[in-house]
């Protein structure tokens, strides 16, 4: 009976134990799965320790930090091929504006002053040299008044100008005291005269043009009202007068009114001038003023100062005949009418026109209206001696082409091509995307390279603009930048000048229109990708690497296998650079190449680099 009892008992507790077991197993298992949800404590410790972690901005141009360095494995290749300098005579070399080539080309409507590029087996294959002393330019807007001499040696304006106050020299700097032929006394008194006429101080004129700029005072001094102005002269016998523009921090392109269209869009400018720019706007049947009318916007204006106005004061000054200027003043008068321009004012030495905002309020007489279908279709496109039409409008008040907001609020406002559906792909979604994209990207960049933003780097050059999101993203008056539309990309120059603005057209595979050291920070996004089955390489990054100044930047943008390809051919151009992972991680494969250009000048192996 004992020993039944105790086996009886003995069954009760196996249940039991096993129970026990069980349940301590599954007590284990749900404190391991809680701990790892993120609720336990040790996730807590984590959360903390990233709390307290200090994601600070280095602000030196050595390229640690935030992104990864992207290591790429690939088969052993040979070294990088390594650019020696050019002879010194090349320091200001112009590929596309040389004045020995210049010089085979008829001289019929500046003909040889137009652009003119090697063909490729005459392209130097060579790094344009600075020339000795070289000294980085004076930070905005001391560089308006003051240009460092060893950079641009030359001192001819200083004695040809010298009573129209362009430019004085004074021990080892330029000093531009702001003057012009026109405006001997200063371009601040010039432009408050304007300005009581044209509305420049309230937004309404953002994009301003200067045919014939000289040292660019005029665009100088309009930045002050927050006019950005584009100013282009040829180079010619007024020897460096585009580069005394960019080393002073202000927009200009060498280039000149001659057989070809001006590279600019349709509508793009809110007021244009020329200042005694000598261009002969009766010649050809008007043609000149008729291009000057196509990138005029509907409502904008046109400035004349210098011959012929003024005539019975100056003809005898002119050396010419009172028939001779009276007849030139009358013919500007009937181009004008047949442009719809009104004359607005005319006191002293200056004349100002308004173009009229539509053809409906336009009462001119039979005119030869332009057929071509796409009149921002302009590279190397030859002018012809007719009207651009205005786009069509509903009523007599609205603004051909549609009407834009003051500056700022232009900035980001949906430009008319969009919201007209004119750009394919592109609509007022996209575009806000677009310009979200582009604030995010800058952040990005001004963590790698804290300089970006700042007055170090004034001339901003954009290869492939896009939208403008980028030019956007940077707007401050610290920094201007020249927008490139690529003649092979999608036509977008004419919603960056709605948004206020300013760029041009450009085919990457030959030189661009400025002087060599003009720039000193570059973008590029997708350039390489774009024109990789186009022309080589190389030949665009010794383009780039002529128009940077000495210690200038650079940040590239692309595929990675494409910028594999240009982190070994900067490897011999002395550039120091580093291929850094894209904002949204590793894996995906568009990433950022970022590069410094050493300093050295030539004639020496003087160089910012260690292994010289």
């Known amino acids: 009976m004992m020993g039944s009892k105790h086996n009886s008992s003995g069954n009760r507790t196996r249940p039991l134990s096993i129970f026990v077991i069980i349940g301590l197993c599954c007590f284990f298992y ?18 903390e320790i990233t709390r307290q972690t200090d994601c ?15 290591e790429i494995i690939q088969p052993y290749t040979p070294k ?54 070289y000294a980085t330019p004076f930070p905005w807007p001391k560089s308006r008044d003051y240009a460092h001499y060893a950079n641009v040696p030359y001192k001819s304006l200083t004695v040809e100008k010298a009573v129209q106050n362009w430019v ?17 006394q200063g371009a601040d008194a010039y432009i408050d005269e304007l300005a009581s006429v044209i509305p420049i101080a309230d937004g309404s004129v953002r994009t301003a043009l200067d045919t014939g700029c000289g040292v660019a005072s005029w665009g100088a001094y309009l930045l002050k009202k927050n006019v950005l102005a584009m100013s282009f002269a040829p180079r010619d016998n007024h020897e460096a007068q585009v580069q005394f523009a960019l080393e002073r921090g202000v927009p200009a392109v060498i280039g000149v009114l001659g057989s070809i269209h001006l590279p600019y869009p349709s509508r793009a400018f809110d007021m244009a001038q020329c200042s005694r720019c000598l261009i002969p706007w009766t010649a050809n049947d008007g043609m000149y003023l008729m291009e000057v009318d196509r990138v005029l916007r509907p409502g904008g204006y ?21 028939e001779d200027v009276m007849a030139e003043q009358r013919k500007i008068e009937e181009l004008a009418e047949l442009l719809c321009w009104e004359k607005k004012y005319e006191k002293g030495d200056i004349a100002i026109w308004r173009k009229k905002v539509n053809a409906k309020s336009c009462r001119r007489k039979s005119a030869n209206i332009c057929e071509s279908m796409d009149a921002d279709d302009v590279w190397y496109k030859k002018m012809d001696t007719c009207i651009t039409p205005f786009p069509e409008v509903t009523s ?10 003051k500056f700022p609020a232009r900035l980001f406002a949906v430009p008319p091509r969009i919201a007209k559906g004119s750009i394919e792909g592109v609509t007022t979604e996209s575009y806000q995307e677009d310009n979200k994209l582009w604030r995010k990207r800058l952040d990005v960049y001004k963590r790698i390279n804290g300089l970006i933003g700042t007055t170090r780097y004034r001339n901003v050059m954009e290869m492939n603009a896009g939208l403008g999101g980028f030019a956007a993203a940077l707007e401050s008056r610290k920094s201007w930048v020249m927008n490139v539309v690529p003649t092979i990309a999608k ?12 760029g041009i057209y450009h085919n990457w595979c030959e030189g661009f229109s400025t002087y060599p050291r003009t720039y000193d920070l570059i973008h590029a996004s997708g350039v390489f990708s774009l024109y990789q089955n186009t022309c080589q390489l190389e030949d665009i990054l010794l383009e780039m690497d002529r128009i940077l100044r000495p210690e200038g930047s650079v ?10 390809k240009v982190k070994k051919i900067a490897g011999g151009m002395r550039w120091n650079t580093k291929l850094i992972d894209h904002e949204d991680g590793p894996l995906v494969p568009e990433k950022i190449l970022v590069a410094f250009k050493q300093y050295w000048v030539g004639g020496s192996g003087n160089s910012t680099s260690n292994d010289e």
């Open 30 to 47: 749900l404190l391991g799965a809680w701990q790892k949800s993120g609720f336990g404590k040790g996730d807590g410790i984590a959360l």
């Open 56 to 70: 600070s901005i280095f602000m030196d141009l050595n390229f640690e930090a935030h992104h990864n360095v992207v």
């Open 80 to 133: 990088a091929k390594v650019f020696k300098p050019c002879d010194i005579r090349y320091r200001d070399y112009t590929p596309c504006q040389e004045q020995d080539r210049a010089m085979k080309f008829p001289r019929e409507n500046m003909i040889y002053r137009e652009r003119h590029c090697p063909p490729d087996d005459e392209k130097l294959h060579c790094l344009i040299p600075a020339p000795k002393g």
């Open 168 to 184: 004085q020299f004074q021990g080892d700097v330029f000093k531009f005291p702001g003057g012009g032929t026109m405006f001997p």
């Open 302 to 322: 046109w400035i004349l100062s210098g011959p012929p106005i003024n005539w019975k004061t100056y003809y005898q000054t002119w050396k010419r005949s009172k």
């Open 396 to 405: 007599a008040d609205e603004v051909a082409g549609g009407e834009l907001k």
């Open 491 to 502: 036509d977008t120059l004419g919603v960056i000048y709605e948004r206020g603005l300013i």
């Open 555 to 564: 940040i590239l943008r692309d595929e990675v296998d494409v910028l594999n």
